[in-house]
């Protein structure tokens, strides 16, 4: 049989650049102003193979072709692998062998690319006799350990200075159990989720330890002159378990221990890791306080509403899962920043239809930050009580993220990002916050993991901001007009 390359005149990269550019009838390129908006698909499932009409030429040059070959074209399953002007014109230009070797090709390939029971391993078991089938998360019992008050554990060694102790989140206490917690009357508990599957083992793993050993999370912060360590109990919360050959097993115990933190009144900080934790994480928001009660902020350069794949949670996916499991409404998730090669049209439409909001970096170029973070404030106030921040890195641009792994340029700079973190978490009542995709090894120099941890500050001051009762956008008057006219005019 000849290869799909020699009958369609497509690479295999080509076939999948296609596939990506069309989803059924989509255009190739996206229309101007003046072409009208195709018509948006209200479905969940989208990527299905829709009918596709043959012009009356082709039709009659597929007259002498078996009618089975005829239906699998009208089917519509060789958009996937060919655009359809591209098979109309080699069907038109093609003698009646050749068609009928082309769709065969065609037909052939279709075969292996779905799943066929009896053929194909659904999924690979799991040892269910091995003795340590849960060790990866079991909890260390307390009765093994030297007695000590419930607490939170301060590891620094000395009196100032910075370091030299054991490296915590934000220079914190660390705390081990929901005892701890709630004895320290904690505020804010910063957990890592060291995940790395999720994104094709992209160095996310190393996320958690990079932030924990360099400096920018703890410490005042000159825009309110709030000290956040002094303002709020925080603590190091460790990591939680990952078994590093099983998001799916790794995501479960990951919203468990999310949701522990929850239930005690502390905020959880998850610092991952990849994207995929973005499920557990705001599933767990939701076990505590109640589906429908919490929305999202997802600031991300992608989209992450991947469905049909293969795996049913990477870090392309976590916004679906949420969505599709009841977790949070469509029209309580915010995406903030989208400007990756995807979604496409009728991506932004199953978003539209489904009432989410997304603020992409084009909607950034004509209104500025300040218009649509208004907007986005706005909306995160709809209908909630709780906001969840899902923050990956990638959002800004690579000259500040370097170290992840899906970089996308023009994206937003840190003195928009600090500002926009500070006022979200001093205006909400925060249910959480993740950071993710923190990369380290791909960066050279240590701003991914500097930049990502100054973030964290701007978090932990909003929060403390709102805690003291001071109004978002505050600043203090110390740190403008170096506290002593009002050359600029009134004061915040």
Same mark, same amino acid.
Request: glycine share 10%; proline share 7%.
């Given at each position: ?19 990506? %550019? ?63 002007? %591209? ?35 659904? %999924? ?53 159990? @929901? ?22 083992? $992209? ?24 000290? @956040? ?19 799916? $097993? ?33 599933? %767990? ?53 989208? $400007? ?153």
């Amino acid at each position: 049989m000849p290869s799909l390359s020699a009958v369609t005149g497509w690479s295999m990269a080509g076939i999948a650049a296609i596939g990506a %550019a069309v989803a059924g009838d989509l255009p190739l390129q996206m229309p101007n102003a003046g072409t009208p908006a195709p018509q948006m698909p209200a479905e969940d499932d989208m990527g299905r193979p829709k009918p596709l009409e043959l012009p009356k030429d082709v039709e009659a040059k597929l007259a002498g072709v078996d009618k089975a070959k005829v239906d699998f074209l009208k089917s519509g399953v060789t958009g996937r692998y060919v655009e359809k002007d %591209a098979l109309f014109a080699r069907i038109r230009t093609g003698k009646p062998e050749e068609i009928s070797a082309y769709i065969d090709a065609m037909q052939a390939l279709h075969a292996q690319v779905e799943f066929k029971a009896g053929r194909d391993v659904a %999924a690979i078991p799991l040892d269910t006799r091995s003795p340590w089938f849960n060790a990866w998360k079991a909890r260390r019992p307390n009765s093994v350990d030297p007695k000590r008050d419930v607490g939170p554990i301060e590891l620094t060694r000395y009196v100032g200075g910075w370091g030299g102790g054991f490296a915590t989140f934000a220079g914190a206490p660390v705390a081990m159990t @929901p005892e701890d917690l709630k004895a320290g009357k904690v505020d804010v508990a910063i957990v890592g989720a060291p995940l790395d599957m999720g994104s094709g083992w $992209r160095n996310a793993i190393d996320g958690p330890r990079a932030m924990r050993m360099t400096g920018g999370a703890a410490g005042n912060d000159m825009y309110s002159m709030i000290n @956040p360590n002094a303002a709020l109990k925080i603590v190091d919360y460790g990591d939680i378990a990952i078994d590093q050959n099983s998001t799916e $097993r790794s995501v479960d115990h990951v919203r468990e221990m999310v949701a522990e933190i929850a239930r005690t009144g502390a905020i959880p900080i998850v610092i991952g890791g990849d994207h995929s934790l973005e499920y557990p994480n705001v599933a %767990a928001a939701a076990d505590v306080h109640g589906k429908g009660n919490v929305g999202v902020i997802h600031f991300d350069s992608h989209y992450d509403i991947g469905r049909g794949r293969v795996h049913l949670l990477d870090h392309g996916q976590p916004v679906y899962r949420v969505i599709n499991e009841g977790h949070v409404r469509a029209s309580d998730y915010i995406q903030v920043g989208l $400007r990756a090669r995807g979604p496409d049209l009728e991506t932004f439409g199953w978003m539209r239809n489904k009432g989410m909001k997304y603020h992409t970096m084009v909607e950034v170029e004509k209104w500025g930050w300040d218009k649509v973070m208004a907007r986005a404030l706005k909306e995160a106030r709809g209908g909630t009580k709780k906001l969840w921040i899902s923050f990956d890195v990638d959002v800004l641009d690579p000259a500040f993220m370097p170290g992840t792994g899906t970089p996308v340029p023009g994206g937003l700079t840190m003195r928009e990002a600090q500002p926009i973190m500070r006022n979200l978490c001093a205006e909400n009542d925060i249910a959480g916050i993740d950071i993710v995709e923190v990369a380290p090894y791909l960066d050279t120099s240590y701003k991914t993991a500097l930049n990502s941890n100054f973030l964290l500050n701007a978090c932990l001051a909003g929060i403390a901001m709102r805690k003291k009762g001071l109004k978002p956008g505050y600043l203090n008057p110390v740190s403008v007009d170096h506290g002593l006219d009002s050359y600029y005019g009134k004061k915040n």
